[in-house]
């Protein structure tokens, strides 16, 4: 299984179906628009990239917690580029990625949104999305091996 197996169970099939926004906007728009959509993180694009966006990093609820609310900074004054992993930074998959290659990344780098790029960003995955797939992968694997243990595989 893969990472674009999981992008495809989520709907994030064609390009742009991932949650953004750009590096100027306010924490605090980008913070509302994480809360409105039940989501952990955010793509952060660059300002003005017209129809060919370019990623300018990640922006997540840890970073608001520890670089907004810890320094008790304003998240309307203060914009996502402050405060985002940038693209020198930021931890990527392909969506070729075996998911337990993914796994492996999220867990030793102790993150939990990985952004999906071939070229371009084509999707987001989290680890519950990566979890969820493994759990599916590993329970079909166990029917499989039960049916062949009653004699029932053919």
Known sequence: MTVSDVLMTKGEEKTGSWLWCRAD?????????MAQNNIGSLVVLKPGDGD???????????????????????????????????EKKLITVSSDTNILQ?????????????????????????????????????????KRLNEFIKGEYY
């Open 25 to 33: 906007d306010t924490v605090y728009d980008a913070v509302k628009n």
């Open 52 to 86: 060919q966006p370019s990623i300018a990093g990640i922006v997540t609820e840890r970073d608001y917690l520890k670089k907004i609310i810890a320094h008790e900074r304003s998240p309307k004054y203060t914009k996502v580029g402050e405060i985002m992993t940038n």
């Open 102 to 142: 993914a796994m492996q990344l999220m867990t030793e780098n102790q993150i939990r949104h990985v952004p999906v790029i071939d070229g371009k960003i084509v999707g987001v995955i989290s680890v519950v999305d990566v979890v969820r797939a493994v759990v599916e992968q590993q329970s079909g694997e166990v």
